[in-house]
């Protein structure tokens, strides 16, 4: 199995700032690692895959990066805004299923 | 909207109860999930399917009892729960297991045991 660590619970940051997540994992490295975002009240929502080959992939205003070495993926959001509030998961396989962290909330400050 | 729905959205029930949780999707997946999602924890996987045939079952207790009867549809049988039961149960889909999908996941049923 795998032990996934999201850095800190909740994270607030100013408008506009980059908003930098942490998932850090403790044993194999998986072939890729999935970023979701959760709202309160609904499920979560994919946002990213990222695979062991990729040191980096973006959409938009968002950057994944996934070091083997470190055992770890940063998540950064770019020229944050209040709509970016939310829960951000990783996800990491291993067979059929996946391991999730338990999340980090963000709060983007107007 | 996810092209994944469940119902009902809440549920409360005694634990001496017997419900169902249902969960369609519309996206033409081969796979579908169960996972618990309690506060302060990690989503939990609890059941995998795979074209209708189970091909994980995370040490769930007897009291959850799965049912797939197509490819389409989920169920997640309820009988004699436990206070502690009493979380967010979601349901995804995926077009395949053990590749790199994306999930789709519905927005869950909010589950109260007293």
């Known amino acids: 199995s795998q032990k996934i660590e999201q850095n800190s619970e909740a994270l607030n940051i100013q408008e506009g700032k980059t908003a930098t997540l942490t998932c850090n994992y403790t044993n194999y490295s998986p072939a890729y690692l999935q970023w979701y975002r959760q709202d309160p009240g609904r499920g979560p929502v994919f946002l990213l895959l990222?695979?062991?080959?990729?040191k980096e992939k973006r959409k938009e205003r968002l950057k994944v990066t996934f070091d083997t070495t470190l055992k770890q993926s940063l998540f950064h959001i770019t020229a944050s805004q209040p709509a970016d509030s939310a829960t951000y998961l990783c996800a990491l396989p291993t067979g059929n299923q996946f391991y999730f962290g338990t999340g980090t909330s963000l709060t983007v400050i107007p | 909207e996810t092209g994944v729905t469940q119902t009902p959205r809440h549920l409360v029930m005694g634990m001496t109860n017997k419900k169902s949780l249902k969960c369609e999707q519309h996206?033409?997946?081969?796979?579908m999930y169960w996972y618990k999602q309690s506060a302060k924890k990690p989503l939990e996987l609890m059941f995998v399917?795979?074209?209708?045939?189970?091909?994980e079952n995370n040490s769930v207790p007897s009291r959850f009892s799965p049912e797939c009867p197509n490819s389409s549809h989920l169920f997640l049988h309820l009988h004699t729960l436990q206070p502690e039961d009493s979380a967010l149960y979601l349901c995804?889909?995926?077009?395949?297991?053990?590749?790199?999908?994306?999930?789709?996941f519905g927005p869950g049923t909010r589950l109260t045991v007293l």
């Open positions: 996206l033409g997946h081969n796979a």
């Open positions: 399917y795979s074209l209708e045939e189970r091909v």
């Open positions: 990222i695979r062991e080959n990729e």
């Open positions: 995804a889909s995926s077009q395949g297991v053990g590749v790199n999908n994306e999930q789709f």
